[in-house]
């Protein structure tokens, strides 16, 4: 238990102090005031006050904030948020979510060179309990041929056994400890793939820097693109609607714990795109609502009432916090029904 709350609080941190850390280092490069950094909400638990900011840890780890000069109210300071150009303010604003995808792509990249990725070469990682590989072969063997067909790689493999007589057994040559074994095996129906398999996972191999970094950015494209995928069809109805708050998060995160620092990692990806795709939503008090309005600014050639601007944020706020509560006691209902 002790675990799951350290790895829970852990990526809680890392979601919110790359997305805030975003919009304070473009905020410092754009030369605007930063009050506040703060990791957390509710109490201070730490702080340290910088030359200018306020750099704080809170008791709440549910959110966090980088509170500019300007920012939600007019200020005759020249440092102000709301005296930058349209151009800065938007960076700041987008730079929050996109340091989320940067972080995500990076934690992949941790991934691909410590943990690695399956080989392509035809070498068993791993096998699976209870299947027709688990009485034959074993992790490191090397698959040669199969009912006689050469395998040249991983995907071979598959080919090759779905190309025989479905269900019927078959010979397969194999090099272990530098030894070729010839062995007896049947392949199982997989209902969920509509094909025939062994049983068994590639070995993986760990990735090189530049290699490594290709693979995470590539990685952080395809999640997204699911993500949106998903989102446009809850929209749609085609999707079924499943949202889940802190006590879900906090919930799968500690599964993820109980299979080691790969899942962890690779669910802290996930999140961290989750949260940039979702605050860049065209919705009130998210970041997608204000680059909308400086949209707006920018084509008008001047700026929204920032009295109405803050009233619409506020009033999303509110909505926002209620929708919040609304599904964190979804998830305790489900947690004390053992759904979670």
Not at 128 to 152: F, H, K, M, V
Request: glycine share 10%; hydrophobic share 50%.
């Amino acid at each position: 238990m002790l675990i799951k709350i350290i790895a829970a609080l852990a990526i809680f941190c890392v979601l919110v102090l790359t997305h805030e850390f975003g919009h304070f280092i473009v905020a410092k490069a754009c030369g605007v005031y930063v009050e506040d950094f703060s990791v957390g909400m509710g109490p201070r638990l730490l702080h340290y006050k910088g030359k200018e900011t306020d750099y704080c840890l809170r008791l709440l780890p549910i959110g966090g904030w980088c509170k500019m000069v300007g920012e939600d109210e007019e200020s005759d300071n020249p440092r102000a948020f709301c005296r930058k150009t349209v151009g800065q303010r938007m960076a700041i604003v987008a730079a929050g979510p996109l340091m989320n995808f940067i972080s995500a792509a990076i934690l992949f990249v941790i991934i691909f060179m410590m943990i690695g990725t399956y080989s392509s070469q035809p070498l068993v990682g791993s096998v699976i309990p209870d299947t027709p590989a688990a009485e034959a072969l074993q992790e490191g063997d090397r698959i040669l041929t199969i009912a006689g067909q050469d395998i040249a790689d991983w995907n071979s493999i598959g080919s090759a056994v779905n190309s025989l007589p479905a269900g019927e057994s078959f010979t397969m040559v194999v090099e272990r400890d530098g030894e070729q074994l010839e062995l007896e095996i049947s392949p199982y129906y997989d209902e969920e793939t509509s094909s025939w398999k062994l049983g068994i996972y590639p070995a993986e191999e760990k990735q090189k820097l530049p290699r490594a970094i290709g693979l995470g950015f590539t990685q952080t494209f395809v999640f997204t693109k699911e993500l949106i995928l998903a989102i446009v069809g809850m929209f749609r109805g085609t999707v079924p609607v499943d949202v889940g708050g802190p006590v879900a998060i906090v919930s799968v995160i500690g599964d993820a714990a109980s299979y080691g620092i790969q899942s962890v990692l690779l669910l802290a990806a996930y999140l961290c795109i989750n949260l940039g795709l979702v605050n860049l939503l065209p919705l009130p008090a998210l970041d997608g609502s204000r680059l909308v309005f400086l949209a707006v600014e920018g084509l008008r050639g001047k700026p929204i009432d920032p009295k109405k601007e803050a009233l619409v944020h506020f009033i999303g706020l509110i909505l926002l916090l209620g929708l919040m509560l609304l599904i964190t006691y979804h998830d305790i209902a489900n947690l004390a029904a053992g759904k979670l």
